[in-house]
């Protein structure tokens, strides 16, 4: 039995879909924080259950009889470590097999500002001894959506990332990396550091986007405190104005920017381009 946590979120659904081309239903559980908003998953036979990060005994009885756990990274910033412990502490109970974390790159050396939790986590899952794989996922590109369809609209977007690359995926393809993981041998004790094929520039981004959108699309790079400013005028709160703010400072700092080859050797296939998903993004 394989259980993914967080399976009614973005990345949970697609690995639960890729789980359920290669399994029967009867064969995945969805451990989620709101049954109801399983319903369709339950309808198809997969077995939902109850399984919140901050109620350690629902996540007892949620990892009954799991062969493998995917535990998804939790989405409450600051709330994580507490949370993943409560969970690599619940599959130690329920005698969980082998279990799978969502990291993030480099977690336990980057000095990344959303490193510190996944390398506390990262230290628990080795420290309680649970045979288990890391999957460290680089960014998506979809974390880019807002930016992408604003600035198809307006034909510019601004930032302070300055030359610094990403080397994003979509969520698909790290979805199809721990469905490969979960369903295939050989993977325990291993980390991988997933990323996309290319890393892109915000002024290789902006191209893209021109591209799909048919107009001259331009990157304005500001100085971090104009940034931070722009963002506020925009209307955004303070902490997340911090946030991306720093985020754009690791990218600068190259954070982001290292390709490699776990994610295509994972899935078997090349990562999916910035431009498909811009298109995408931009014809929606
Ligand atoms: N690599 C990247 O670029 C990147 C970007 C953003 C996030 N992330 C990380 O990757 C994770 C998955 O990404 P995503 O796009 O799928 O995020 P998402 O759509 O926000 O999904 C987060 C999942 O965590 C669940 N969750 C939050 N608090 C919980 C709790 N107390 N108990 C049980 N479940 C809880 C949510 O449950 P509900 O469905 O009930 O809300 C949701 O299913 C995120 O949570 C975050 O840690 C990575």
Known sequence: MIVVTGATGHLGKLVVEGLLEKLPADQVVAAVRTPEKAAGLAERGVDVRR??????????????????VLLISSSEVGQRVAQHQA?????KQAGVGHLVYTSAPKATTSALVLA????????????????????????????YTEVIKQAAQTGTFVGSAGDGRV??????????????????EGHEGKIYELAGDVAWSYAELA?????????????????????AQALTQAGLPEPVVGLLVALDADTKNGLLAETTADLRTLTGRPSTPIGVTVAELVAD
């Open 167 to 184: 080397a994003s995926a979509t969520r698909a393809d790290y979805a199809a990396a721990a469905v490969a993981v979960l369903t295939g």
């Open 207 to 227: 191209a893209e986007i021109g591209k799909a959108a048919g107009r001259e699309v331009t990157y304005a790079d500001l100085p971090a405190d104009e940034h």
């Open 51 to 68: 399984a919140d990060y901050t109620d350690p005994e629902s996540l007892v009885t949620a990892f009954k009889d799991a062969d493998k």
């Open 116 to 143: 510190p939790e996944h390398k506390a986590t990262e230290e628990l899952i080795e420290a309680s001894g649970l045979t288990a794989t890391i999957l460290r996922n680089n960014w998506y590109h979809e974390n």
């Open 87 to 91: 969970v690599i502490e619940a599959a």
